[in-house]
């Protein structure tokens, strides 16, 4: 019995190891995974899913922060080439924030700080400040990185986005300066 036992184990590992979609997975876990989107217009769009994946030397990143890179999109037709990182901010977030967009300006970056109350997906929802800090420029006018977060609360995860290409404008934050 036993020995029936640790072969169907051993049949079912062997078949779980050679599924292409495990491996892909764990690339995207641990690695970067090549993927193709093909868009409703058919416009193909290439990409990289996963930590290992390209993030340009010109966005700019907070200094004591944790980054983990998420995803790189490469340009496609009227879309930019964009990326994604998930963000630790250590320490008091308003002095990283401050931190931050002083490294932006002295990277050339002209800097702009947009604020939305939103409520969150919980049940029930609360209130929270979402902010947005804006680089837009660097080395190329193209360039746009942008860092956004709760204000003092785990409503939403900070991310830091990036765009080469034609800018995609923001649409229902305005400036403010997010810390009342």
Not at 21 to 50: C, K
Not at 100 to 114: I, K, Q, S
């Amino acid at each position: 019995m036993r020995i029936k036992i640790f072969f169907c184990l051993a049949f079912l590992a062997v078949v779980v190891l050679s599924s292409p979609l495990i491996w892909s997975l764990m690339r995207m876990a641990w690695a970067a995974e090549p993927v193709t989107y093909i868009n409703h217009d058919g416009t193909v769009q290439n990409a990289t899913i996963g930590p290992k994946s390209f993030w340009p030397d010109w966005a700019v990143r907070p200094a004591d922060a944790k980054i983990e890179v998420e995803s790189h999109f490469e340009a496609a037709s009227d879309m930019p080439a964009t990326g994604v990182a998930a963000v630790s901010l250590g320490g008091d977030q308003q002095a990283a924030v401050e931190r931050y967009e002083e490294n932006l300006r002295t990277h050339g970056f002209a800097v702009t700080r947009y604020e939305r109350l939103a409520w969150s997906p919980d049940i029930p929802s609360r209130q929270f400040m979402l902010c947005m800090v804006e680089g837009v420029g660097g080395p190329a006018s193209t360039h746009v990185i942008r860092l956004s977060f709760s204000v003092d609360s785990n409503a939403m995860p900070t991310k830091l986005f990036w765009m080469d290409g034609n800018v995609v404008p923001l649409i229902g934050l305005a400036p403010g300066s997010c810390f009342g």
